[in-house]
């Protein structure tokens, strides 16, 4: 007998098929061009409503539609600028350039809670998270396996950076720059979040950054 899966994207046909041991012992053959959807019925992998143009709808539980999504990582940082309206930078020990105080944001954590977090353990403060100035999509790229969503906050002006406390374990060094300094001491794939934060700040509105645009702002 052989039962034919529709909805399912073909780059998650593979781990369908694993995760459906109620198949085992038949032949499955995926329908083109279709997508998985979720179902909210307790009735777990049950074959569904007939047909569609002569194919047999297969209706996957929850968890197993979400197990078959892509997945990306995500971080934030937050933008500092001194009286002199230069950018703070800090230099990670573990990569030869610099970036905005920032990190990964961990399970649980909304992003501006990570941005916080990472600003107290990063450079030693405690301050609140502005508005938001940029949402950066950057593609997977070696050795990151997996596309990066960043969250750029606005941390406004340091009144007094000499009580700036850098994580020495992490950190060797840390500066203000110009807005233009800043940007070339980035890598390639996070630089253009500088010039889309200064224009976020000025225009006052946030600023999406979508893969072909986040080099150069």
């Known amino acids: 007998m052989s039962i034919t899966l ?3 994207k073909p780059q998650a046909r593979g781990a369908v098929q694993a995760a459906l041991p109620v198949l085992s012992g038949r032949r499955v053959r995926f329908a083109s061009g279709t997508h998985a959807r979720p179902v909210p019925d307790v009735d777990k992998k049950r074959e569904g409503r007939g047909s569609v ?6 209706l996957l539980d929850p968890s197993d539609w979400y197990a078959t999504l892509p997945t990306f990582y995500a971080s934030a940082c937050v933008l500092f600028t001194d009286v002199d309206d230069r950018v703070l930078l800090v ?6 350039l610099w970036s905005v105080p920032g990190g990964v944001i961990e399970a649980g954590e909304t992003p501006h809670e990570a941005a916080a977090r990472e600003v107290e353990e990063e450079i030693g403060l405690s301050l609140p998270v502005g508005g938001l100035l940029v949402v950066d999509w950057a593609p997977a790229t070696e050795p990151r396996p997996r596309a990066m969503i960043n969250f750029t906050f606005d941390g406004g002006v340091l009144p007094d950076p000499g009580a700036i406390r850098l994580q020495r374990e992490e950190l060797d060094d840390m500066g203000f720059f110009t807005w233009e300094e800043a940007a070339s001491r980035l890598p390639s794939n996070a630089s253009g979040r500088i010039p889309a934060a200064r224009r976020a700040r000025e225009d006052g509105r946030t600023v999406y950054l979508p893969k072909d645009q986040r080099v150069g702002g």
């Open 91 to 96: 230099k990670p020990n573990y990569r030869p």
């Open 53 to 58: 143009n002569g194919v047999r709808e297969f």
């Open 6 to 8: 529709a909805y399912i």
